[in-house]
């Protein structure tokens, strides 16, 4: 028993060694030939032997090699690999073994062209579709072979090679497609069992030996039956298709027919299946313990063949047909299908109908299933919780002003002026002659003597502090990535009057009027983004628009407009203050004697002065709240 598993561990020994021999000898090769154009480069361009210092991780490769050609003073181009990430730390690091590390690490080739290298994928060569496998035994006379979809034409002409047997293939029957095996079976039954499978006739000519192809006739009449595409050949070994208890399947299978692989993965899994039409499609697959619809998936991508599942029923045939198209509604849980199928990807879309159905917050997708499936896979992925954010603003609207009055101003009325006024707050009085002498004389200053009834004296020192503060606090919520927009304001109207003429020699006044309004408004509108660390960027954008006086009574007023725009990024409940949208105004005026108005403390008394500071602030504090 011993020798027994000795034998079997050298026989698997012997298998594989040559296929890994030529996988290492083939990428040795490839290596070997690319050192050797970058050889011959740095001996035509020794800038391609300078050295660099290199440190990224999941860099691109273009925007790599082009750090390293501005650094290095080479010429460096990338084609078809700008998907292509690349990581690695090197110091002091030659181009030309940067240049071919790349290429063995990442599967790269290059070209040379001059002191130019392009970069792009490696593409193993395509290897020629094998010749179509016909054995001939002369000893007992039997014929196999081993064909997938081969033209006739070439099936016949290797028989007739092998066996020395001539075959006649009509003209219009040189590109029909055959497919069988066969193994050790006498020549007439082995043809005749090709024939058979492919739905053809194959009969002896008489008196020469040789066999001519046909058309299989149906047994009515009429047209010729149409040819299977694909018959099938053979079942796989347990070590090729194995399927568990759990219905898990492993399959290690190379160069198997897709049609083949599905009847035993059915048969085993006791699925009930339906070919639409049929697939003929050959392909390599290594799974382990997989289910069956990823099975089927990956045996039909890149295929002209899908499938779909209906009522325990699994139906294969051509994507393009109608009868495989699949229907599916996808019901969103989170999100709303508002403008949803815009945001699916146009390659996914292709050769499906997308549509959003809003009765019951559904997408529904119809065409090839494995494109309906990816659609369903992407809505999956993006069917989450939309953050509210709840915003709160405090909008501080301050004034300050500052009036000082002063002076004293003197003069004859057309009356005589009786003495009145206030000294507390501030002086504002007016003085009658008698007053002032009277006032003179007690503080000890000369009298003015005798003066005209009607002379007065006006006295004023008032100095005015004010402070206004206005304060508004809205809460604004919003879902993240949608506007929240606040407005407040008042409106005011006016009179428009129209005066129209009717007549030319007593022309009559017609007058007619109409109210129209003014609108001074302050509207705040914030655009929240929450990013996956919890910080939210804000657009806000903020517009005040406040009324002045009007010019005359029934004119239209007039308006002055604050506004400021900014994006600001904050922590969750973190406030921010944006403002400093100041208004400052300082009308300082005076009156006086010329000259002497202008000496100090003369002035005070020969003028009358006024100074007024008006200073406004318009501030935003922003606090936002994400509530999942």
């Known amino acids: 028993m011993k020798n027994l598993y000795l034998f079997l561990i050298l026989q698997a020994w012997t298998l594989c060694l040559p296929a890994a021999l030529h996988a290492q000898t083939g990428g040795t090769d490839r290596i070997a030939a690319i050192r050797a154009r970058l050889d011959t480069l740095t001996a035509r361009d020794d800038a391609y ?3 660099v210092d290199l440190s990224v991780g999941q860099s691109p490769l273009p925007e790599l090699l082009r750090s390293v050609a501005r650094i290095g003073g080479v010429n460096l181009s990338v084609r078809e690999g700008s998907n292509l990430t690349v990581s690695c730390n090197f110091t002091r690091a030659r181009i030309d073994e940067l240049l071919l ?20 994928p490696y593409k193993a060569p395509v290897a020629p579709p094998p010749e179509p496998s016909v054995r001939y035994n002369r000893s007992d006379s039997t014929l196999s072979y081993d064909l997938i979809a081969v033209p006739l034409r070439d099936v016949a002409r290797r028989i007739t090679d092998s066996t020395g047997v001539n075959l006649i293939v009509p003209q219009a029957l040189y590109e029909r497609s055959v497919s069988g095996y066969i193994a050790s079976m006498p020549f007439a039954e082995a043809l005749g069992s090709l024939a058979e499978i492919n739905k053809l006739e194959v009969t002896p000519v008489k008196g020469s030996g040789a066999w ?38 492993t399959a290690t299978i190379d160069r198997g027919n897709v049609y083949d692989i599905i009847l035993d993965v059915c048969e085993q ?24 619809k990823t099975l089927f998936d990956l045996l039909l991508t890149g295929t002209a063949y899908t499938y779909y599942e209906e009522g325990g029923v699994y139906m294969f045939g051509e994507a393009k047909h109608e009868g495989i198209f699949s229907t599916r509604i996808v019901p969103m849980r989170y999100r709303t299908v508002d403008k949803l199928p815009d945001v699916i990807p146009d390659n996914l879309k292709k050769g499906v109908q997308v549509a959003a159905f809003g009765d019951l917050n559904s997408i529904i997708a119809s065409g090839d299933q494995r494109q ?34 002063a002076g004293l101003e003197l003069g004859i009325g057309s009356q005589p ?15 009658g002659s008698e007053a002032i002498n009277s006032l003179a004389g007690k503080i000890g200053l000369v009298r003015l003597g005798k003066v005209t009834p009607n002379f007065y004296a006006n006295l004023k020192a008032m100095e005015e502090n004010g402070t206004i503060e206005l304060r508004s606090t809205p809460k604004l919520s919003t879902l993240n990535g949608h506007e929240a927009v606040l407005t407040s304001g008042q409106m005011q109207y006016y009179k428009e009057t129209n005066n129209t003429y009717m007549g030319t020699q007593n022309p009559v006044q017609s007058t007619s009027y109409v109210w129209k309004s003014v609108e001074a408004n302050m509207m705040l509108t914030i655009t929240p983004l929450v990013s996956e660390d919890g910080h939210i960027t804000m657009t806000i954008d903020l517009s005040q628009s406040e009324f002045t006086e009007r010019t005359e009574k029934e004119a239209p007023p007039g308006t002055t407009t604050r506004s400021f725009k900014s994006m600001v990024r904050v922590a969750n409940e973190e406030m921010v203050l944006l403002g400093g949208i100041d208004r400052q105004s300082h009308e300082k005026t005076s009156q006086g004697l010329p000259f002497i108005s202008r000496i100090p403390v003369l002035k005070w008394i020969f003028g009358t002065h006024r100074n007024n500071r008006q200073d406004r602030r318009l501030n935003v504090f922003i606090k936002p709240t994400v509530i999942e």
């Open 49 to 51: 032997l300078g050295e």
């Open 372 to 405: 309906v499936a990816r659609i369903e896979q992407f809505l999956r992925s993006i069917d989450k919780t939309v953050p509210l954010i709840t915003i709160e603003v405090m909008i501080v609207d301050a004034s300050k002003n500052v009036n000082l009055e």
């Open 101 to 120: 590390f790349l290429c063995e690490q990442y599967g790269l080739d290059v070209q040379v062209i001059g002191n130019i290298v392009s970069v792009f």
């Open 417 to 431: 002026m009786p003495t009145s006024g206030r000294l507390s707050p501030g002086i504002d009085m007016t003085l």
């Open 269 to 292: 899994l006791k699925l009930d299946y339906f070919f639409i039409t049929p697939v003929n499609a050959q392909t390599s697959i290594y799974l382990k313990n997989t289910d069956v």
């Open 212 to 249: 001519a192809f046909a058309e299989a006739v149906p047994a009515a009449g009429g047209s010729p039956a149409p040819a299977s595409n694909y018959v099938r050949r053979r079942q796989f070994a347990a070590s090729q298709l194995a399927v568990d208890s759990t219905g898990r399947i």
